[in-house]
């Protein structure tokens, strides 16, 4: 038992990136109703974005998040403006949300695989070590991508409920009609959520970098753990989506101890299955 | 008019039939064999997310299980693929009509969460388990007789076994689509509420469509074994459920015509866009498959057929006229 402390700091670490890229999926779901399917690529567009401000210009690792925000956020506003929206205002049925979301998905994987090839990539940073906090060996990349998750949460998390920006998205996320009856503009507010989504995950890419390794699938690893989170944190919720993400971290880490590393992913989409189905089941039960 | 559309399409299926009088290639054989592949596993998605409107992407995990109950049997037991593909279908029928039917509690997006869910951890559990040599595969051997142990050598007995069991499958959907079921499974599709409210029970023919959906995906995925003589746990990748869903929804989803149509558009037209930018050698195609999702979602979500069929009489009618 005394890899327990370790396994847990470890969980709570990868935990708060699940939170990071659940937040933004559960952003774009709360204000449009969308599941976005694309959320995995769009951390890994962040990720290489950042991988190629650090080798082409030299960047600090930990500065790329100020301009992946920016980039991403923009890049998320022009997928709002072009293709969802319009499809949102043509009834925006299941289908069409389900098949745009993968079909954007599937091009910027194939478009990563074409342009970066699939090789595994990593950059070096000069501070790749660990330091020893209460007899437990803390690696020092991952820390500081700790601190910064925490503090882009608590961001995003003020933003939503001080700033007047805030209070309008999460007004249209509570009432489209009466939103719009006062006077929000729905559409704008549609651009900048879907840029906020966006913006998240590659933040969370970008801040992933510094010890992990960036290849055009990496999405899907992050992708299917980002809707367990949301699921498990309860949709809309940014609260939810922060806990739910730590809680999966920590499941899979003790998961992995008990039943084995390979074994890790079964236990996180079968449990993921469960909670679905009791949630759904639940839920109609209560009506 | 009818009749001439009638003709149309038979000469064009007897030109199928006789391509490989014709050509000694076997790259475009292997070309059309892969079409008619993705054709019968999009028609069979097509059962499943077209008519009773459920959008599983977890159809690789079906097309894996045929794969490899069809392998193993001949492998380990020396059975027969040709029993072994209807058994592989069975197999997985069951299978998956056991696995969804808690997951019918689910709507839309959630569902298709879920089969995203279902397809990984079976490739997960498949990776961790012996019995399935986990991760490294399986290779099918050669055996002296090809004509029952389905290991042909040339590309040509595979063209005709896959064009005929595709075109069993076009017979079935067609007779599907006009019979009592056909319209029972639109209705569910529409509003399961009136559905229920006739006397049709949304669930039992949910799972009704399962088991017929995910045991064609499967005789396909066992064919696709004795053609490649590969196979591997990474068959079930979603990718994979992607590419069998594109022909149907670029087709037009929830047709006949869709799939086979968004099929033989779509595999041709990505190869050829593959050998001519040999550059770049891998993603290409599904670049071209989802630009092309993209912007059928986008401006019609109906699909191809939609469009087609209304030029395709335009056409007729000119040509009556004149």
């Known amino acids: 038992m005394d890899i327990l402390p370790q396994v847990l700091i470890n969980g709570i670490f990868i935990g708060s990136f699940y939170s990071l890229i659940a937040m933004g999926l559960n952003i774009i779901f709360g204000v449009m109703k969308v599941v976005n399917f694309c959320q995995g690529e769009l951390l890994m567009i962040g990720m290489y974005a950042s991988y190629f401000l650090v080798t082409v210009l030299g960047m600090n690792p930990y500065l790329t998040p100020v301009i992946v925000i920016i980039l991403m956020f923009i890049m998320g506003g022009l997928i709002q403006f072009g293709l969802i929206t319009p499809i949102l205002s043509k009834g925006g049925s299941d289908y069409s949300q389900i098949f745009l979301t993968v079909g954007l998905g599937l091009l910027f994987q194939n478009i990563a695989l074409l342009s970066f090839s699939s090789n595994y990539r990593t950059i070096q940073i000069e501070y790749s070590t660990s330091f020893n906090l209460f007899g437990q060996i803390i690696s020092l990349p991952k820390f500081i991508s700790f601190i910064v998750l925490l503090i882009v949460s608590y961001l995003l998390y003020f933003f939503l409920s001080k700033t007047d920006l805030g209070k309008k998205i999460r007004a249209t996320s509570q009432n489209p009609l009466g939103a719009r009856l006062v006077g929000i503009n729905d559409k704008q507010i549609y651009i900048i959520t879907y840029g906020i989504g966006a913006a998240l995950a590659g933040t969370a890419g970008a801040l992933l970098l510094p010890f992990y390794f960036v290849f055009p699938l990496i999405g899907e690893v992050f992708q299917l753990r980002a809707f367990v989170v949301v699921v498990l944190g309860g949709l809309g919720s940014i609260k939810g989506a922060f806990f739910g993400g730590i809680i999966l971290g920590l499941l899979e880490t003790v998961g992995a101890i008990i039943v084995g590393p390979s074994l890790k992913d079964s236990i996180v989409f079968i449990s993921f299955i469960f909670i679905l189905i009791f949630r759904e089941v639940f839920q109609s039960r209560q009506e | 008019m009818k009749r001439i559309k009638i003709y149309f399409l038979i000469i064009a299926y007897l030109i199928l039939i006789l391509i490989p009088l014709f050509t000694d290639s076997s790259y475009f054989m292997h070309i059309m064999i892969i079409t008619y592949y993705i054709m019968f596993v999009s028609i069979s998605w ?80 498949f990776i961790n388990w012996d019995f399935v040599s986990r991760s490294i595969g399986i290779v099918l051997p050669f055996t002296d007789n090809p004509w029952i142990y389905m290991d042909f050598t040339s590309k040509k007995p595979y063209y005709f076994i896959i064009l005929g069991l595709v075109s069993l499958l076009v017979w079935f959907v067609i007779v599907l689509d006009k019979s009592k079921l056909g319209f029972a499974l639109k209705t569910v599709r529409e509003d399961e509420d009136t559905a229920a409210a006739i006397n049709i029970n949304p669930l039992k023919y949910k799972l009704i469509t399962t088991f017929i959906s995910a045991g064609l995906a499967a005789i396909a995925g066992g064919f696709y074994a004795q053609y490649i003589r590969y196979i591997d746990p990474d068959m079930m990748l979603i990718n994979y459920s992607i590419e069998s869903v594109l022909p149907a929804i670029i087709g037009g989803i929830g047709t006949v015509g869709g799939p086979i149509l968004g099929a033989l558009l779509l595999h041709p037209l990505s190869e050829f866009l593959r050998s001519s930018l040999s550059s770049y050698n891998s993603g290409v195609n599904l670049v071209v498959y989802a630009v092309v999702l993209i912007l059928i979602i986008r401006f019609k979500p109906e699909g191809i057929i939609g469009w087609l069929n209304v030029k395709f009489e335009n056409l007729i009618r000119k040509f009556v006229k004149k």
């Not at chain 2, 499943?48 to 045929?66: N, R, V």
């Not at chain 2, 794969?67 to 693929?81: F, R």
């Not at chain 2, 058994?87 to 509690?105: E, H």
């Not at chain 2, 709507?107 to 397809?119: H, N, S, V």
Request: with cysteine; glycine share 16%.
């Open chain 2, 46 to 125: 097509n059962i499943l997310g077209g008519f009773i409107g459920q959008f599983s992407l977890g159809h690789a995990a079906f097309i894996g299980i045929g794969a490899y109950v069809a392998t193993i049997l001949l492998v380990n037991y020396g059975i027969t693929p040709w029993l072994g593909l209807p058994l592989g279908g069975i197999i997985s029928g069951c299978f998956a009509v056991i696995i969804f039917a808690p997951c019918f509690v689910l709507k839309g997006p959630y569902f298709t969460l879920a089969t995203i869910a279902l397809a990984a951890t079976l490739r997960n559990l």
